[in-house]
T-cell receptor, first 113, second 112 residues
Framework: NAGVTQTPKFQVLKTGQSMTLQCAQDMNHEYMSWYRQDPGMGLRLIHYSVGAGITDQGEVPNGYNVSRSTTEDFPLRLLSAAPSQTSVYFC????????????FGNGTRLTVT | QQQVKQSPQSLIVQKGGISIINCAYENTAFDYFPWYQQFPGKGPALLIAIRPDVSEKKEGRFTISFNKSAKQFSLHIMDSQPGDSATYFCAASTLNNNDMRFGAGTRLTVKP
């Protein structure tokens, strides 16, 4: 199984540009989420979804949009990139039940200049 | 501010030694405490987890110790191996993954 697949692996943007980070999972998980990982900050939740058509904000949602049209896909959009959004982004999914383990993708390293 | 504080930031241990990473939390509503292991270029993966109804959980060389009154928990890696070299994150949450809070991470290096 592929698990959680993120594309691209690396991306460089100029300030003000927009882009979409892709995330797909093949485990039929209802719960999907986006995290950013910064040195000394751990992982912080950006947005999450408990199923197709349902999304909600996490800890650090500003500057990011999400949508969930299918169970498999959960893209993250940066509408106008800022240097503060330079980070490593991880998508994760989890199965049913309380505290199901998060399955993470291998991340997208984004640099905004 | 971070709801889960993790220390140390980095740790160097000799092969065969014991690695100890500590975490403290503030929110008494947290009742699930996982540890995630991350290798370079990969996403984190669940290593071991504990709930506060037990004070210790052991899986192979990995043990979580939990002190509910002190709001602290720790990861012990016995007989540390070079293959254990990775970044370790503690975390805490209630019943829902969407309120999980992660520590800042500890980079462990096990020297051969």
């Amino acid at each position: 199984n592929a698990g959680v697949t993120q594309t691209p692996k690396f991306q460089v943007l100029k300030t003000g540009q927009s882009m979409t980070l892709q995330c797909a999972q093949d485990m039929n998980h209802e719960y999907m989420s986006w995290y950013r990982q910064d040195p000394g900050m751990g992982l912080r939740l950006i947005h999450y979804s408990v199923g197709a058509g349902i999304t909600d904000q996490g800890e650090v949602p500003n500057g990011y949009n999400v949508s969930r049209s299918t169970t498999e896909d959960f893209p993250l959009r940066l509408l106008s990139a800022a240097p503060s959004q330079t980070s490593v982004y991880f998508c994760a999914s989890s199965g049913p039940g309380t505290n199901s383990p998060l399955h993470f993708g291998n991340g997208t390293r984004l640099t905004v200049t | 501010q971070q709801q889960v504080k993790q220390s140390p930031q980095s740790l160097i241990v000799q092969k065969g030694g014991i690695s100890i990473i500590n975490c403290a939390y503030e929110n008494t509503a947290f009742d699930y405490f996982p540890w995630y292991q991350q290798f370079p270029g990969k996403g984190p993966a669940l290593l071991i987890a504990i709930r506060p109804d037990v004070s210790e959980k052991k899986e192979g060389r990995f043990t979580i110790s939990f002190n509910k009154s002190a709001k602290q928990f720790s990861l012990h890696i016995m007989d540390s191996q070079p293959g254990d070299s990775a970044t370790y994150f503690c975390a805490a949450s209630t019943l829902n993954n969407n309120d999980m809070r992660f520590g800042a991470g500890t980079r462990l290096t096990v020297k051969p």
